[in-house]
């Protein structure tokens, strides 16, 4: 099979992960699906069909990071492009509905370790797997890093007390969310002149596992602009932080 492009997309087993694995794998992409738990990683991949291949990767650890970096390696010798996709919403799965989250989320009450595990995963963890693909993607003519955030990260909107919004701001989502803005904005400015393309994109209020499947948006609409955006081709732009469609949103 001819591999005009190769692509790693974390947390590729549901949710906004999987739709656009999909997405990407109709459109002639070749997909390693990265699970954390490989049986899940495999089913998902059987059901995307042969254009992908599963592979175990947690982003909380860094020796799955670099056996995956590996297998990538092995497989394929190169990668075109790293969405950075994986994230938590809470350190473990419960029953705690959006309009409770801040009951149990607020600056004055999270508990400090479910914070820690939600930044592991949300904030570092696209770090530790950008710093282990690194390599492969500069062995592609044509790299590219599409980082999912949110706008629930957005400094700047949520200091706007008319955002209706702005209650569900946490350190835990939230705040992971608007760090790795910081790691997405500080990938941009490394990159800025070496022509790997850089970019962030907020997926819609996609209902999924991440929100007890609360969100307003189907799949296919809430991961729109994260499909669009790893689509891009060498002229397409670089350093941008959007939503659908292509609006921008502040940082």
């Known amino acids: 099979m001819a591999h005009k492009r190769i692509a790693l997309i974390t947390g590729a087993n549901q949710g906004v992960g999987f739709q656009v694995a999909k997405e990407l794998a ?6 390693v699906v990265g699970a ?13 069909g042969e254009r992908s291949m599963p592979v175990q990767l947690d982003v909380t650890s860094q020796p799955s990071i670099d056996n995956a970096a590996e297998r990538i390696r092995s497989e394929f010798g190169r990668l075109d492009l790293l969405v950075n996709n994986a994230a938590i919403s809470r350190a473990t799965r419960n029953e705690v ?7 149990h989320y607020a600056a004055s009450n999270i508990p400090l370790g479910e914070m820690r595990t939600i930044w592991e995963t949300n904030a570092f963890g696209p770090l530790a797997v950008y ?6 993607l500069l062995l592609s003519s044509d790299a590219r890093i599409v980082n999912v955030g949110s706008g629930a990260g957005s400094l700047t909107l949520n200091a706007d007390p008319s955002l ?8 835990g989502y939230a705040g992971s969310k608007a760090a790795l803005s910081i790691m997405a904005l500080s990938m941009m400015v490394e990159h800025g002149e070496d022509g790997i393309k850089v970019n962030l ?3 819609e209020f996609t209902s999924t596992a991440l929100n ?3 969100g307003s948006a189907t799949l296919e609409e809430g991961s729109r ?5 790893a689509k891009f081709g060498p002229n397409d732009p670089s350093g941008t932080y959007t939503r659908w469609e292509n609006q921008s949103i502040p940082w």
Do not use: C, H, W
């Not at 509905?97 to 009951?103: R, S």
């Not at 209706?164 to 350190?171: G, H, I, L, N, V």
């Open 164 to 171: 209706p919004e702005r209650k569900m701001f946490s350190p």
């Open 26 to 31: 109709a459109d002639g992409v070749t997909v």
């Open 212 to 214: 007890n499947y609360q």
């Open 225 to 229: 602009e994260v499909v669009r955006v």
């Open 131 to 136: 710093q282990a693909m690194l390599p492969l």
């Open 201 to 203: 994109v907020s997926p």
């Open 36 to 48: 954390r738990d490989f049986g899940k990683g495999k089913a998902a991949a059987e059901e995307i």
């Open 97 to 103: 509905a959006l309009e409770d989250y801040m009951a």
